[in-house]
């Protein structure tokens, strides 16, 4: 933790568990939420925890049910509070997505496909999960995308296909846009990223560069260019692999190509193996 932007860094010793997947404060500035993935501690740590001292104290919050046919140990990954709700918050579990209203102290848990007509419910946990306004939300699993609809209870698929889920799959596939929350990015894989509006339901691949894979779970984040709005700058995580371009617009995020990406690496001071990248609260890099 660090209270002075970084300059000084100090542990804390409150959360004895191993495999925390994120992190991420409250509206109130003193809760705190953090993830934690399935282990081998008797009793199993994965799960959500909440703090509400800024991380002194950790108390988990519930366990996360295991879904039908799967291990009992469960764990949780990528955590979104609500954009225009300061108290909701939703987390991507191994079961499906767990929604609070009361700050974490208390969740519900939905899984993904399970009150869709047209869906099959999905045993699939999620990974990433992204909060819009007006009580909607994105998720991402291993068999594509889903959109809770106005707060419904219902996770309804909106894109089918394969989605990364190798090695701990990572957990921050999807980003909004800096300036407008119907601009979603998610990042299906090492070689597909999609740019989804929201209001139109309009899917658009963007050109990623040539890159292998590996074990490194990716993530993309899209962030304000220094050049003001609507200018964008996307950052992928690809492997041990970081990425950045800068769109103008969205139109020109439309026509990427392979070589609109910049490979940042030792030249530029950065370790060959990023493994996420933060934001200040204005979005910027």
């Known amino acids: 933790m660090t209270t002075d932007g970084g300059q000084r860094w100090f542990h804390l010793n409150g959360l004895q568990e191993v495999w925390v997947k994120d992190v991420a404060y409250a509206a109130n500035g003193r809760t705190v939420i953090a993830t934690v993935d399935r282990n081998l501690r008797i009793p199993n740590g994965g799960g959500i925890w909440r703090s509400p001292d800024e991380g002194s104290t950790w108390t988990k919050t519930g366990d996360v049910p295991a879904p039908m046919g799967s291990s009992t140990r469960t764990g949780a990954f990528g955590i979104s509070f609500a954009p225009d709700e300061p108290n ?7 079961y499906g997505i767990a929604v609070s209203t009361h700050d974490g102290t208390t969740w519900s848990h939905q899984m993904l496909g399970a009150s ?6 999905s045993a699939w946990g999620a990974r990433s999960v992204q909060a819009l306004p007006g009580g909607r939300a994105l998720a991402v699993n291993a068999v594509g995308v889903y959109l809770n609809d106005a707060g419904s209870n219902a996770w309804c698929s909106i894109r089918s296909g394969s989605f990364i889920v190798i090695g701990d799959g990572g957990f921050k ?9 119907n601009k979603v990015f998610i990042l299906q894989n090492y070689s597909i990223l999609l ?36 200018g964008i700058d996307l950052w992928v995580g690809l492997g041990t692999n970081l990425f950045k371009t800068s769109c103008q617009d969205y139109e020109s995020c439309r026509r990427l190509q392979a070589t609109d990406w910049q490979r940042l690496e030792r030249p530029q001071g950065l370790h060959n193996d990023c493994g996420y990248l933060g934001l200040d609260d204005q979005k910027r890099s």
Do not use: E, M
């Open 116 to 121: 869709c007509p047209r869906d099959t419910a």
């Open 195 to 230: 740019l989804y509006d929201v209001t139109t339901n309009r899917w658009t691949r963007l050109r990623l560069p040539n890159c292998c894979s590996d074990q490194r779970g990716p993530f993309v984040r899209a962030s304000q260019s220094p050049a003001g709005p609507p």
């Open 173 to 181: 596939h999807i980003d909004v846009s800096p300036y407008d929350f």
């Open 88 to 94: 909701k918050v939703y987390v991507a579990t191994d």
